[in-house]
């Protein structure tokens, strides 16, 4: 048995990683403690979200460029599409699976490397 006594337990990691994260975004603590936003318009929540927004898009493009030659030809070029030939329709599906509908016609799912 070691007698090591770990400085930060796990979630007192999380919790002064979340914290720092919040300073990062602009949040203060208000004279009650509650935590206060940098602003509360429609610009300043679009910023907040925006770090969020680009990680996604980071892991959504390593999504893609794994399975690029999966996907692909499930895109049309614009001289294929004719926008009154249009019916949308909802489809419930997985997460990280590829499920195309085309009336009359069902293609088989494809199943893509998870992020």
């Known amino acids: ?28 603590r208000k ?5 206060q936003p940098p602003a509360d318009d429609k610009e300043a929540i679009r910023v907040l979200h925006q770090y969020q ?3 996604k898009l980071e892991r959504e493009d ?14 049309a070029d614009g001289n294929e599409v004719d926008p009154e030939r249009i019916r949308p329709v ?3 599906v997985d997460s990280y699976t590829v499920f195309i509908f085309i009336p009359r ?4 799912r494809i199943e893509c490397k998870s992020p």
């Open 90 to 92: 909802l489809v419930k």
């Open 105 to 108: 016609l069902r293609l088989p």
């Open 62 to 75: 390593s999504f893609i460029q794994r399975n690029y030659t999966k996907l692909i030809d499930f895109f």
């Open 31 to 35: 004279g009650n403690g509650w935590l």
């Open 1 to 28: 048995m070691s007698n090591l006594i770990p400085i930060l337990t796990l979630e007192a990691q999380l919790k002064r990683a979340f914290r720092s994260h919040l300073r990062e975004l602009g949040f203060t």
């Open 53 to 55: 927004r680009n990680e």
